[in-house]
Every structure is written in structure tokens, then in C-alpha cells.
Nanobody, 129 residues
Framework: QAQVVESGGGLVQPGGSLRLSCKASLFTLDSYAVGWFRQAPGKEREGVSC?????????????AYADSVKGRFTISRDSAENTVYLQMDSLKPEDTAVYYC?????????????????WGQGTQVTVSS
């Protein structure tokens, strides 16, 4: 069935980098808004970054970032690979969480989990020395 699968998580030291991948199967990810979310133990799931429907995702206005990651994380699409990436630089211990990718039908992507319909299983990111 249609699904999205996250990969690229792992253990990294503070200041390090990781690139997360969200790959879709059996549907075209360009036709959907895509969001990255994270959830740490005992905390509510929060929006990290999002990118709008591929038809309008051609400039800065098509992406959004949480204030806590702005300037450190970058979201992008690779249509040929049917994949959305989250490049994470200058990682901090407070970035530690399970990171989820989700696809939704909103024309403009949001950082609200309720706006997304199809979720992956998550990938663990741990930032620790």
C-alpha cells in the first residue's frame, strides 16, 4: 500500500549533521505537502519543517521551519527519487527525538500534525556527547 518511510537517523555528537530521508512508495510525493515532525519522550509531537505541494514549491515561500531549527535545518525535494530530505546541521542535544515524515493534502504546508494524513514509522535521532 501507499506509504512513506523515513531513514537516516542515528547517533551524532553536538554540532554534527544528519540527513533524513522520506521516501514515498506507490504514490507521487510531489502531489502532496510534506512535513517533518519530532516527538521526544513525554512531549507533544511538534512540527519541525514542511514543504508545500510540488506545484508551488519553487521558492523560499514554499517552506517553513520551527523557530528552534531555523538556520540549522533545510528541507528539500528530489522528485526523481520521490523523496523529501531534511538536512540537519549544528545539531543540539535538544534535537533528540523520533522524527516522523508525513504527507497531506493541504495546498500550503503547515507545521500542524493534524493537517497530515499519511505518516511514516519514524527514525530515531540522538544528539549526545
Amino acid at each position: 500500500q501507499a506509504q512513506v518511510v523515513e531513514s537516516g537517523g542515528g547517533l551524532v555528537q553536538p554540532g554534527g549533521s544528519l540527513r533524513l530521508s522520506c521516501k514515498a512508495s506507490l504514490f507521487t510525493l510531489d502531489s502532496y505537502a510534506v512535513g517533518w515532525f519530532r516527538q521526544a519522550p513525554g512531549k507533544e509531537r511538534e512540527g519541525v519543517s514542511c514543504i508545500s505541494h510540488g506545484g508551488i514549491s519553487h521558492g523560499e515561500g514554499s517552506t517553513a521551519y520551527a523557530d528552534s531549527v531555523k538556520g540549522r535545518f533545510t528541507i528539500s525535494r528530489d522528485s526523481a527519487e520521490n523523496t523529501v530530505y531534511l538536512q540537519m546541521d549544528s545539531l543540539k542535544p535538544e534535537d533528540t527525538a523520533v522524527y516522523y515524515c508525513a504527507a497531506g493534502t493541504k495546498w500550503i504546508a503547515t507545521l500542524r500534525p493534524d493537517d497530515y494524513d499519511l505518516w511514516g514509522q519514524g527514525t530515531q535521532v540522538t544528539v549526545s556527547s
